[in-house]
């Protein structure tokens, strides 16, 4: 049949274009259905985890006799109901340092020593608070440097990076400048807590629904607590309300427990802890105490620099290493250091085991490179921007980061003009300049600060093994399409980019394409949803079945029309062959009348990645995405409250697969990147207890603590230079660093009461008691103010 053929046309979800996220009606309707919401099978029970008072003790008894006899309690869990070959761990590393439940000894206050499986979720709750354990206390290390200066172990092996010759740099250098600098952590505070739900099934099979970013880490740990081989485990993740990090390995714990449960009772078990066991029990951002030295020309331009970076890691691994690794990685920031030397300090200390968070400490490390830039500037009295050009990554000699890695197509150069511009930076900074000198003569309350600061994130997991993805792609005899895949959607609109991906592929309607839950029995070893890497792994791997669907459709074409490639076009929804169109869900009924297969697995790994550990070289990033941001603050000088009166935004994030959901995950990364350096404070007390363990007594930001005007953009030029999917850049963690332009912006403040002679050196998070204080220690330095 012949047809008009409009060359304009487009499929609905096409690549590149604005698309909405693919649940966003059912989040404000309350129609998506998360962990909890499963319809639970009849009989189901529910555990609750009985934690541990000590930060540091032995275990001298434990009587759970009185929580037997509570109402509703079916039995509780201890390490005794691990039996072999089931083993009592659930490292991600499988350092054997991470226990289900302890055997003997308590090492963080919080830590899990059983639980109670009960009829209902509150009679699991009251009956774990009857349990009656007695300690022998033992001497706790809570900080990391005290961890350190006690002598206590490394949880994972340290790193260091070197390239250059320090002690010459230094020795030339005619200015040196060495510091220290706290850097706290911070929770994941997803709007969905920990949960898992367990149903066992005949022989050893168990299915796991859980909130996780990584479901095989997730079937691999409860295989192994079981003793059941990895096939007999199957985890589902429709979506996570929020992950973070916070559930790339902290699950394990939830779903070992509820398939325990669900093993010793033969019954589906859940576990769903409340807001304050959650926060007690699992990881956070790790904190840091950095100490750095920078040795500088006059002119600003770096030559040498040291740093040692201290990290509280708690008790175990987890991805502790891996973490201090990256904060290696990004302690350059954007910046070329032509001798320098790293090295990381993962410290065991009794608390909970630190883990993933957006960035997996790429900003501490940046965090520390802006503050050296900031050092060397009030040294000068230079204004930071002009230090920052100063020491830009550039041409051939100055390329090559602390890790040997070249910087190719750095493009950051371009940004700042850009930014610098679309700010209006200097006037406004040349505003704020005789502001804060009027106000320093006549005694006014408020101070402002401006800062522009850049981002340089590279882009892959460090673990090389894990930069890779796979597919499932169904096309039904009706036309439909049916995808899967091994990313979690957790609201950052990956199921919604990977089907405008698939649908671009086939030159279909994305309302046709259903995507499902993220399932271990349709696609295997998967990797985690992490490191910014879902859309580039797991858009290619999708891409790839959908070639190869394509692929066998245009092999079928041109055999039963007797055509050559070059006569047929895949058109929206239709298929021209020669002079004819067919419509495509004709074509996919012809195609299964002849036996085509219409099933594809699909599959990537990334290239040209490699690291070397032990030599500290190697290219460990595919590629760099690149960002700027200007801030600007208004600080009470009495009471040292602030407001963030304007943020302007570039980000990089290639050609967008879809802007309007790149340019929320900017926004969105933004705000938490400005908690986290200005309200979110962890505290621990004297006995290892955490304090901030609730909404109540944990900040995040407010709709009214983000910037009065908040100004997004991104840099629509830019395309990716490697091949990448549909030349794009990942936007996940990136931006999360871009609120370091607040921290600096605050400094300016601050600075502005000693005419911009001392660096204050804010700590982090930057509450008001902190700038109120770093205030008057300038003033008690002998700085004037009115």
Not at 368 to 388: C, S, Y
């Amino acid at each position: 049949m012949k047809q008009d053929i409009n060359e304009r046309e487009l499929i609905e979800g096409a690549v590149h274009l604005d698309r909405q996220h693919e649940s966003a009606h059912k989040h404000v309707t309350g129609k998506a259905d998360f962990t909890d919401d499963e319809r639970e099978p009849i009989g189901t029970l529910h555990a609750c985890l009985g934690l541990s008072e000590k930060a540091h003790a032995r275990i001298i008894d434990m009587d759970l006799s009185a929580c037997l006899v509570m109402e509703g309690v079916v039995g509780v869990l201890t390490s005794k109901d691990i039996v072999a070959p089931g083993h009592n761990d659930i490292s991600a590393n499988h350092l054997d340092d991470e226990p289900v439940f302890p055997q003997g000894e308590v090492q963080f206050l919080g830590q899990p020593l059983f639980a109670v499986v009960a009829e209902t979720r509150e009679q699991a709750r009251k009956a774990v608070k009857a349990a009656r354990i007695a300690y022998d206390p033992l001497t706790a290390q809570i900080d990391a440097l005290e961890a350190m200066e006690a002598g206590n172990p490394y949880v994972a092996k340290p790193l260091t990076l070197e390239r250059g010759d320090v002690a010459e740099g230094f020795a030339r250098a005619p200015n040196r400048i060495r510091g220290q600098i706290r850097i706290g952590g911070q929770d994941h505070m997803y709007l969905e807590g920990q949960i898992a739900f367990a149903i066992p099934g005949e022989d050893d099979d168990m299915l796991i629904r859980t909130s996780t970013q990584h479901p095989s880490e997730a079937q691999h740990m409860v295989s192994q607590v079981l003793g059941i081989p990895s096939h007999a485990v199957t985890v589902q993740v429709r979506r996570l309300g929020g992950g973070f990090g916070g559930k790339e390995s902290q699950m394990s714990l939830f779903c070992a427990v509820a398939a325990l449960g669900a093993r010793k009772f033969g019954a589906p078990v859940k576990i769903r802890p409340d807001r304050d066991d959650d926060m007690t029990a699992t990881g956070k951002r790790h904190d840091f105490v950095v100490d750095y030295k920078v040795g500088f020309d006059d002119e600003g331009a770096i030559v040498a620099v040291e740093s040692d970076f201290v990290a509280r890691c708690g008790f175990a691994a987890d991805l502790s290493g891996a973490v201090t690794d990256r904060a290696l990685f990004h302690a350059d920031n954007a910046y070329f250091y032509p001798n320098v030397l790293l090295r990381s300090h993962p410290m065991k200390t009794n608390t909970v085991s630190n883990t993933a968070f957006r960035g997996f400490g790429g900003p501490q490390g940046v965090v520390v490179a802006e503050r050296m830039i900031e050092e060397i500037a009030f040294a000068l009295g230079k204004d930071p921007l002009e230090v920052r050009k100063a020491n830009f990554y550039g041409e051939t000699g100055r390329d090559i980061t602390p890790y040997h890695q070249q910087v190719e197509d750095n493009i950051l150069p371009r940004l700042i003009a850009e930014m610098e511009m679309k700010a209006d930076y200097q006037a406004r900074r040349a505003a704020i300049l005789a502001f804060n000198e009027k106000a320093n003569r006549s005694g006014g309350l408020e101070r402002k600060g401006l800062a522009l600061t850049p981002v340089k994130f590279g882009i892959s997991f460090t673990a090389t093994h894990f930069n890779q993805a796979g597919s499932l792609i169904h096309i039904y005899s009706d036309g439909s399409i049916q995808l899967n895949h091994g990313g979690t959607e957790m609201g950052q609109g990956l199921n919604t980019k990977v089907a405008q991906i698939v649908a671009d592929a086939l030159s279909v309607d994305i309302d046709r394409i259903k995507i499902t839950r993220t399932a271990t029995d349709k696609v295997p070893n998967t990797s985690a949803t992490a490191a910014s890497s879902g859309s580039d792994l797991n858009g290619m791997a999708a891409l790839d079945a959908a070639n190869q669907l394509k692929g066998r459709l245009i092999a079928f074409i041109c055999e039963k029309w007797g055509v050559g490639q070059e006569a047929i076009r895949f058109l929206p929804n239709r298929v021209q062959i020669g002079e004819e169109l067919l419509s495509f869900d004709e074509l996919i009924k012809q195609a299964y009348l002849a036996r085509v297969h219409l099933s594809a697995a699909g599959f990537y790994k990334t290239p040209k990645i490699h690291w070397d550990r032990d030599k500290g070289k190697g290219r460990p990033f595919f590629y760099f995405a690149y960002g700027a941001a200007v801030s600007e603050v208004t600080v009470n000088r009495l009471t040292g409250e602030y407001v963030i009166e304007r943020t302007d935004i570039l980000h990089d994030v290639g050609k967008s697969l879809n802007p309007v959901l790149d340019r929320g995950q900017v926004e969105g990364a933004f705000v938490q990147g400005m908690g986290w350096l200005t309200t979110e404070e962890l505290w621990w007390d004297g006995e290892g207890r955490l304090k901030t363990h609730a909404p109540s007594t944990y900040k995040i930001p407010l709709a009214s603590d983000i910037p009065r005007i908040f100004n997004v953009e991104l840099a629509q030029w830019s395309e990716n230079a490697e091949r990448t999917i549909k030349r794009s850049k990942a936007v996940g963690e990136p931006p999360f660093m871009l609120a370091v332009s607040v921290l600096e912006a605050l400094s300016m403040a601050v600075a502005s009461v000693a005419d911009y002679k001392i660096c204050p050196r804010l700590e982090t998070p930057a509450t008001p008691e902190r700038v109120l204080m770093a205030i008057e220690a300038l003033l008690s330095n002998g700085a004037k103010d009115g």
